[in-house]
C-alpha cells in the first residue's frame, strides 16, 4: 500500500464550478500538509500548508485535514481556467525528516471555458 | 529574488556520456534535495543533503552522484547515462522545519534525454 493515495485524473470541470482535490494516507505520524500546484513544463509551486487537523483558506482556496480519517482535501472556489494544473499533495511528520516530504502523485486538473 | 535555480533547462544526452545537473538556493535554506518526475511516477526522491557537508541517499539513487559544493549548491552527476534516466529533475531546498512548516520549494526543472 502506498503512503500517499491520489487519483491522476484529470478532472475536469467548467469555469466557476467548486473543485474538490483529495488524498489518502496511511501514516498516522503525518502532521504537516502540503498542497503544491504545478503548471505544465514548470516546477511545482506551495500553495498551502496547514498543520494538524482543521481547515485553512487563502482567497479561493480551502485546504481541509481530517486526521481521524486520514483524508485532506483541497477546495478551489469559483474555478478559473488559470487553475488548469496538476495538483500535489504532500505531507510529513513532526520531525519533518531530513528526507523531505512524501508527495502523492498529483491529479491533473482542467478547468474548462 | 531567485530562489531555487537550475541548468541547463534542456539536455539531450547520449547512452554512455556522463553530465551534471547544476543547482543554487539564495534562501539559505539548510537541506537540498533531487527529485526525478516520471509520468505516473510521481515525484521520486534521488538524493537529498540535510545539511552542507552531508549527503544521503533516497529512494532512486542508482546512477546518480551528489555534490554538497556549499551551503548554497547541490549538484547531481550522471556519470554514464542510460536511455531510463530520461526524466524531469527537479531541485529543491527547505529552511529549518519551525520557520516553513517542512515546505519544500522547488527549481523550474531539468529536462533530460538519453538517446
Known amino acids: 500500500q502506498k503512503e500517499v493515495e491520489q487519483d491522476p485524473g484529470p478532472l475536469s470541470v467548467p469555469e466557476g464550478a467548486i473543485v474538490s482535490l483529495n488524498c489518502t494516507y496511511s501514516n498516522s505520524a503525518f502532521q504537516y500538509f502540503m498542497w503544491y500546484r504545478q503548471y505544465s513544463r514548470k516546477g511545482p509551486e506551495l500553495l498551502m500548508y496547514?498543520?494538524s487537523s482543521g481547515n485553512k483558506e487563502d482567497g479561493r482556496f480551502t485546504a481541509q485535514v481530517d486526521k481521524s480519517s486520514k483524508y485532506i482535501s483541497l477546495f478551489i472556489r469559483d474555478s478559473q481556467p488559470s487553475d488548469s494544473a496538476t495538483y500535489l499533495c504532500a505531507m510529513s511528520g513532526w520531525g519533518g525528516g531530513a528526507d523531505g516530504l512524501t508527495f502523492g502523485k498529483g491529479t491533473h486538473l482542467i478547468i474548462q471555458p | 529574488n531567485a530562489g531555487v535555480t537550475q541548468t541547463p533547462k534542456f539536455q539531450v544526452l547520449k547512452t554512455g556520456q556522463s553530465m551534471t545537473l547544476q543547482c543554487a538556493q539564495d534562501?539559505?535554506?539548510?537541506?537540498m534535495y533531487w527529485y526525478r518526475q516520471d509520468p505516473g511516477m510521481g515525484l521520486r526522491l534521488i538524493y537529498y543533503s540535510a545539511s552542507e557537508g552531508t549527503t544521503d541517499k533516497g529512494e532512486v539513487p542508482n546512477g546518480y552522484n551528489v555534490s554538497r559544493l556549499n551551503k548554497r549548491e547541490f549538484s547531481l552527476r550522471l556519470e554514464s547515462a542510460a536511455p531510463s534516466q530520461t526524466s524531469v529533475y527537479f531541485c529543491?531546498?527547505?529552511?529549518?522545519?519551525?520557520?516553513?512548516?517542512?515546505?519544500?520549494?522547488f527549481g523550474e526543472g531539468s529536462w533530460l534525454t538519453v538517446v
Open positions: 496547514t498543520y
Open positions: 529543491a531546498s527547505r529552511p529549518l522545519q519551525l520557520l516553513s512548516g517542512n515546505t519544500i520549494y
Open positions: 534562501m539559505n535554506h539548510n537541506s
